[in-house]
């Protein structure tokens, strides 16, 4: 998300839309690591879910490292030769250090990780969807092994579900924040438009905990409770399924069917993990 210079990177937590962490970059910055530094104050072992500018090698190896499972959409392996084949056509053993091309041809990998393959592909038939030059030179970049995995596991149909049913609330809570003319900064300089940001956070945040149901009930902060009252509350709870502010199985019926009431399984825990000890959200109770 590009603002007049700058870039807002946003960490969100994909049920509730509750963003977690904020960081604001020249609008040049690259995605990847900042997305690994966005995580960084989080748990181990959590469901990453990211988009392609989150999906170089290095970005998942750095995620990995902190035991997440990665549900990032991988960079596409793009062929030399429009049409022509891509690196997945290739077969890199990286223990024996050697590479296969399409045409069943193997070369070592020199000690800077490229493999030549000279003799072979003069008279390869294979030869126009491979390369324009004499002949092919296949680079291995450092982290070849982990988006080879990657897209592999991308063309399992279980990721991408996973990634399309939580990648509307992401983007929902992106346009929270740019909504009303909030895509233009206020200020001159990195440090007043940082501070801005994060007010604009907190402040959205608060909001959303209050649309969750944001309650205080004997000294704690609490998200379950009834999201609206007797007889208004079907209209309530079709009203916020319809703008995607709660999920329908978070809702059940009380008693006689009339009245609904927000599970609080998932807002819980959200809230748990915001609120370590207790603690209350802000100074100001909403
Ligand atoms: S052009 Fe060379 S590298 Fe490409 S398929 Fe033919 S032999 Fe293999």
């Known amino acids: ?9 946003l960490a969100t937590e994909p049920e509730s839309g509750i963003i977690t962490a904020l960081k604001l970059t020249a609008a040049n910055a690259p995605d990847g690591p900042v997305g690994v530094e966005l995580m960084a104050a989080e748990p181990d072992g959590l469901e990453v879910l990211a988009d392609s500018a989150y999906g170089s090698g290095a970005v998942r190896a750095g995620l990995k490292r902190r035991h997440h499972r990665l549900v990032i959409k991988p960079l596409p392996s793009r062929p030399v030769i429009p049409g022509g084949f ?4 290739f077969v890199v053993d990286h223990d024996q250090g050697v590479v296969t091309c399409p045409a069943g041809h193997t070369a070592k990998l020199s000690s800077a990780c490229v493999a030549r393959f000279a003799p072979h592909c003069g008279p390869c038939p294979m030869r126009s969807r491979c390369t324009k030059a004499r002949a092919r030179s296949f680079s291995v970049s450092a982290h070849d092994a982990e988006l080879v995995e990657a897209r592999a596991a991308w063309s399992e149909d279980e990721l991408r579900a996973v990634y399309r049913q939580h990648r509307p609330m992401a983007e929902r ?4 924040l ?12 990195v440090e007043r438009n940082v501070a801005w940001a994060h007010r604009r956070v907190a402040a959205l945040n608060l909001r959303r905990l209050v649309v969750l149901g944001l309650t205080r009930t004997d000294g704690n902060w609490v998200l379950a409770g009834p999201i609206g009252v007797l007889g208004d509350v079907p209209r309530r709870a079709r009203h916020l399924l319809a703008r995607g502010q709660i999920q329908r199985d978070r809702i ?3 008693n006689s069917g009339s009245s609904v ?7 819980t825990s959200t809230l748990r993990r915001l ?11 909403p």
């Open 1 to 9: 998300m590009r603002t007049d210079g700058f870039k807002a990177h």
């Open 86 to 89: 891509v690196r997945d056509d």
């Open 173 to 176: 809570s992106i346009s929270w």
């Open 178 to 189: 740019v909504a009303k003319g909030k895509r233009r900064l206020r200020y001159r300089g």
């Open 252 to 254: 059940f019926p009380l």
């Open 261 to 267: 009431r927000a599970h609080p399984r998932g807002p």
């Open 275 to 285: 609120l370590p000890g207790g603690e209350e959200p802000c100074s100001t109770a």
